[in-house]
Structure formats: structure tokens, C-alpha cells
């Protein structure tokens, strides 16, 4: 299991390692790090959610009690940090927003799938559960565009006005209406083309580089402040506190066995690359939210070791893999 995790560890921390290096020479021109975010927000991560959706069956999708456990959890833990950003690190309510997501957005996309099909040999229920783990985090996003909306609008305006403005804003966001074009593309049984949905996926995993590139060209450029309490802080949440929740939550629903540990396994993953693209894209917390980013996956391995060890004290042996 080490080397599984070591194996899909190890090419985040070199694609970082060389959008560090690319800046440091000066490869690239400047202003790489927004054009690669922008790339993958408006581009190849809209391509990988509506393509992860539209080839699901919807019926499979439709997993109720572990959908609304994990949703439940998600936002739950987004609410609890932007708390403790808000009265622990006195932060400004885009700067609480940000951390919130930032400690709510698990790397499910990327990490998720390599480590689960070996810790469960591949099997269907895991493949379900991990695509799942990539698909229900949008409600992240929308958490922190509303936000930001919600900040931005004019306070003068009416009620109905700004919850308008909140909504047109979530619509334009390409994140939400490729998610929410992909679920009904599903819910209506339609079949994508092979070629497309080859083109789409082999597209939109163009995400995963593209987004780690940045981080190293964001680490460089921003002199990095290690505010370990901020750092910490996040981590502590992300990392412990997150699948503490969900296997509360999951329980509470009425999931148990198998799905229950890969529902505490997902949330468990450490932060998201997305969330460095959202920071890069709102101009909030840029440095602090690579170098959190960067510390969450130095941290994974010993808290999948560590949550491995306690799911089996619990009852939740891990019998395959």
C-alpha cells in the first residue's frame, strides 16, 4: 500500500516541482500560473465533471443515503472552517470562505481512484464510490462562489436582487453548469459517442498537470509565508476532523460496511487541486492555500496508515487490498 501511495504522490510533487523550477528560470512567461488556472476553470475541468457524469448511469448515481451522508459531512465541514478561520485566525470573509473550501474539497479526482481500486482490487463499488467522491465536492464550489457573489453584490439592492445575482453567478460558473449539464445528460439516458467521451475525459484530465503546474509557479512567485497556524489549522480539519464527520454522517444515513470505510477513505484524501485554482482565480489566499495544499499531501500517507489502523479497531477491516 505504501508504494501504491508513494506512486500516485510522487508525480503531483514533480509536476509542482517543475512548474517551481520552469518560474525560477524563467521558462514561461509571468503571468503562466492565471493562464494555465484559467485554462483548466473554464476549460478542461467543466470537460472532466460533464464527462464524469453524462457515462454514469443514473440510476447508479442515485446512491441516496451515502449521497446525502457525504453531502451532509461536505458541507458541514465547510461551515466548521470557515468558523475557525473566522475566530481563530480572525480572516476576512473572503479569506473565510476560501480556507472553508480549501478544508472541505478532498483530492478525490486524481488520488482517489488509483489508491481505492487497489485497496479494494478494482471492484465496481469502489469505482462507484470513487466517482462519486469526484462528482459531489461541486457543492464546494458553489459554497464558494456564492460566497464571493454574496460579498460582491450591492447591499443596497433588494433581497430578491441579490439571491438573482448569486444564481446568475453560479450559472455562469462553468464548474456548476458542466456538472449540472452532465447529471441530466445521465438522468436522460443519453449515450455519449465513444470518441467523444474518449476526447472529453483524455481533455479534462489535462486538469490534474495543468493545476499542480501552477501551484510550483505560485509557491515560487509568492514569497511563501509558512503561517503554521493557518497551515495547520486547515490540515487539522481536511485530514482528521473531515472523515471523523463523514463516518458520523455516513453512519447516521444508514451506510455501513465497505461503502461506509470508502466514504471515510474519500474525505480522508488530502486537499484538492481545484482549490489552488479557486484561490488563483478570486485572488484570495494564493500562497497560504499552495502551501497548504502542499503540506495536506506530505501529511496523507501517516493519516492513511493512521486511518486505516482505527477503521479496523471499529469494525471496518479493510479485507481486500
Not at 505504501?2 to 503571468?31: C, D, H, K, W
Not at 451515502?66 to 470557515?82: E, M, Q, R, S, T
Amino acid at each position: 500500500m505504501l508504494v501504491t501511495a508513494l506512486s500516485a504522490l510522487t508525480p503531483l510533487l514533480l509536476m509542482i516541482l517543475a512548474g517551481y523550477f520552469s518560474y525560477r528560470r524563467q521558462i514561461l512567461p509571468e503571468n503562466s500560473a492565471a493562464v494555465l488556472n484559467d485554462f483548466v476553470y473554464y476549460f478542461t475541468l467543466p470537460a472532466l465533471l460533464f464527462s464524469s457524469l453524462a457515462v454514469t448511469p443514473f440510476e447508479e448515481i442515485a446512491q441516496g443515503n451515502f449521497i446525502a451522508g457525504y453531502l451532509v459531512a461536505l458541507v458541514g465541514i465547510y461551515f466548521l472552517g470557515f468558523l475557525i478561520s473566522k475566530f481563530a485566525l480572525k480572516g476576512s470573509f473572503t479569506e473565510n470562505s476560501m480556507r472553508a473550501g480549501t478544508a472541505s474539497f478532498p483530492n478525490s479526482g486524481y488520488l482517489g481512484l488509483p489508491i481505492m481500486m487497489y485497496l479494494f482490487e478494482g471492484s465496481r463499488q469502489a469505482l462507484l464510490a470513487t466517482t462519486l467522491g469526484i462528482i459531489l465536492p461541486i457543492i464546494i464550489v458553489i459554497l464558494i462562489v456564492s460566497s464571493f457573489a454574496l460579498h460582491a453584490a450591492d447591499k443596497s439592492q433588494s433581497r430578491i436582487r441579490v439571491v438573482w445575482e448569486i444564481v446568475l453567478s453560479m450559472i455562469k460558473t462553468p464548474l456548476i453548469g458542466a456538472s449540472f449539464i452532465g447529471a441530466v445528460y445521465s438522468f436522460l439516458h443519453y449515450e455519449l459517442p465513444d470518441f467523444l467521451e474518449v476526447g472529453l475525459h483524455n481533455f479534462g484530465m489535462a486538469s490534474v498537470p495543468c493545476a499542480l503546474f501552477s501551484v510550483g509557479i505560485l509557491l515560487a512567485r509568492n514569497k511563501m509565508e509558512l503561517k503554521v497556524m493557518n497551515i495547520g489549522l486547515v490540515n487539522l480539519v481536511k485530514l482528521i476532523i473531515h472523515p471523523l464527520l463523514a463516518a458520523a454522517c455516513l453512519w447516521a444515513f444508514g451506510v455501513r460496511g465497505t461503502m461506509l470505510l470508502m466514504g471515510i477513505l474519500l474525505t480522508g484524501m488530502p486537499v484538492a487541486a481545484i482549490s489552488c485554482v479557486l484561490a488563483e482565480t478570486y485572488q484570495t489566499c494564493e500562497a497560504e492555500t499552495s502551501a497548504t495544499f502542499l503540506v495536506s499531501m506530505i501529511l496523507y500517507i501517516p493519516m492513511l496508515y493512521l486511518t486505516l489502523l482505527l477503521t479496523d479497531m471499529c469494525g471496518l477491516p479493510l479485507i481486500n487490498g
